[in-house]
């Protein structure tokens, strides 16, 4: 049974590094989250961690004010998106795999997602937020991992669009359970 699951592990991850130039090395310290992806076990969960860090890190500089903290969280995760998209389809060639596993910015980025709706939620919360920091990072790693539908169709997409989409609804997914439950714990 483990060694099902390495050899599994193993699968997905790409190849020998191609790397051709900068612009390359660029694309790869991206797609793999500043190298969190490079760790040979739970890439996804390390690339997920490195998302909930920068969540963490825009909740507690922006948590004084609501709004901006709000358009903050949607602006960082369209930037991770956009920035996802580009870096995630040249790591493909470089990793020569279709969603390598040392891709992991789609976590980085979906997990930022996963936080999207906190800001309303934090002036009730007030330090109690950092606790909803777990349920948050548990919910996106479900749904990253089961894919219910449509996030197990996105991944089908092409190039670095097919690596980032599922995760973003994942993150999507995620974010609106956890401001359900804010919504019930927090009233």
Do not use: H
Not at 4 to 30: C, H, T, Y
Not at 53 to 70: E, K, M, N, P, R
């Amino acid at each position: 049974m483990i060694k099902q699951k390495i050899e599994e592990s193993q699968s997905k991850r790409g190849g020998a590094m191609k790397i051709n130039g900068p612009v390359d090395l660029l694309a790869v310290f991206i797609a793999t989250g500043g190298g969190a992806g490079l760790i040979p076990f739970g890439p996804g969960t390390w690339g997920s961690l490195v998302g909930l860090l920068i969540a963490y890190g825009l909740i507690a500089i922006f948590s004084l004010d609501v709004v901006l903290l709000q358009n903050v969280l949607i602006l960082a995760s369209v930037i991770l998106a956009a920035i996802g998209i580009w870096a995630s389809t040249r790591a493909e060639s470089v990793f020569s795999r279709k969603d390598a596993g040392q891709i992991v910015i789609d976590e980085v980025c979906g997990q930022v997602i996963s936080f999207v709706f906190i800001a309303p939620y934090l002036v009730r919360l007030g330090s109690q937020w950092r606790w909803w920091m777990i349920p948050g990072f548990l919910l996106f790693r479900a749904f990253d991992i089961f894919k219910p539908y449509p996030i197990n169709k996105l991944q089908d997409l092409r190039g670095g669009f097919g690596v980032m989409m599922d995760d973003v609804v994942a993150g999507i997914y995620a974010a609106v359970l956890l401001s359900l439950a804010l919504l019930f714990a927090a009233g």
